[in-house]
């Protein structure tokens, strides 16, 4: 009688290569993985990204001009929605505004709350240097239209554009004590003499040969345009009666597109623009005035003063 050969059976060859399922009998993978006899090289631990420090960045002349493409409309940017019932129905049906919609909020969720004030560590947030001459007339941009209250006038809304339009304008754009002061290295009394002087002798002069000085403080938070509100009579008693109606308070419609397109990359920095009488950015200053930047402002000023009073020469020939 021949008996069975006793084979030597180990408990891996008791398990297939290749498993069937009872239900659908597809091939699955193998229960089980093989651990390699040879173990990888350990990987180096990521080196730590350097941080940035204040010499990284550096100011660099402003190279192009700033400013919305189409000229200012007087009520623009008001902030205030007036849509009709049927133009709102229309626009919540409409996709393609939905995916605008979550652009422009994912761009606001993504910035962080306190990008501002860390940019500031680097030259107390000056992001540009002013330029050395004048934008020319026919590649400059427009300044926007801003919507706001003036001392003048608390109660009523006023538009920028009407108050810039026919007359060279020194604005300063600015949110908060510190920006404020800012703007101040470039046209204040006492810290460029050489400008209030020539805006003193201008002033009185009509059309594009005037000088004046805007003042735009933006504030969106509610509860720090109430300060201000309640602390009027202090800033009216800073300024001249006559400059009243030119200290503007915006509280809504100034939104990341209009930042951009003027330039003001940190909110918490002051900006001062010099726009002519056709509300055109023919220079730009950010933050702390340098040297020789507060005289390049006046003389920005004198050759733009000049310019305009030629073109209204030219205009009186050609009448004639």
């Given at each position: ?121 680097h030259h107390r947030g ?12 026919e590649s400059s941009l ?179």
């Open positions: 009688m021949l008996k069975p050969r006793h084979l030597p059976i180990s408990s891996r060859s008791l398990l297939p290569s290749q498993w069937l399922c009872p239900s659908c009998q597809s091939r699955l993978q193998r229960p089980y993985r093989l651990a390699s006899s040879t173990t990888r090289p350990s990987e180096p631990p990521p080196s730590e990204p350097s941080q940035p420090t204040n010499e990284e960045f550096t100011p660099k002349p402003l190279s192009h001009p700033l400013g919305q493409p189409n000229p200012p409309k007087p009520g623009e940017n008001s902030g205030l929605d007036t849509r009709t019932w049927r133009q709102r129905r229309d626009d919540f049906f409409n996709y393609d505004k939905h995916l605008e919609r979550r652009k422009e909020l994912t761009r606001k969720v993504s910035r962080p709350y306190f990008r501002d004030w860390t940019s500031a560590k000056k992001t540009f240097l002013s330029a050395p001459r004048l934008f020319k007339a427009y300044f926007p239209n801003l919507c706001g209250y003036t001392l003048a006038s608390p109660s009523a809304s006023v538009s920028t554009t009407s108050v810039l339009q026919g007359r060279t304008s020194v604005v300063s754009v600015f949110s908060g004590t510190w920006a404020e002061r800012q703007t101040q290295s470039f046209v204040g009394q006492a810290e460029n003499a050489a400008l209030a002087e020539e805006v003193e002798r201008l002033k009185s002069r009509g059309g594009a040969e005037g000088v004046q000085r805007v003042w735009v403080n933006v504030e969106e938070d509610w509860m720090k345009a109430g300060l201000i509100w309640l602390f009027l009579g202090g800033m009216k008693r800073k300024l001249a009666q006559e400059e009243w109606g030119r200290s503007f308070v915006v509280r809504r419609g100034f939104g990341e597109e209009i930042r951009e397109n003027i330039g003001m990359a940190n909110g918490k920095v002051g900006y001062v623009y010099l726009v002519d009488a056709a509300c055109r950015i023919r220079w730009a200053g950010s933050g702390d005035a340098w040297e020789g930047e507060g005289e390049g402002l006046v003389g920005c000023v004198k050759r733009l003063v000049e310019g305009g009073k030629r073109e209204k020469e030219k205009g009186a020939m050609g009448r004639k």
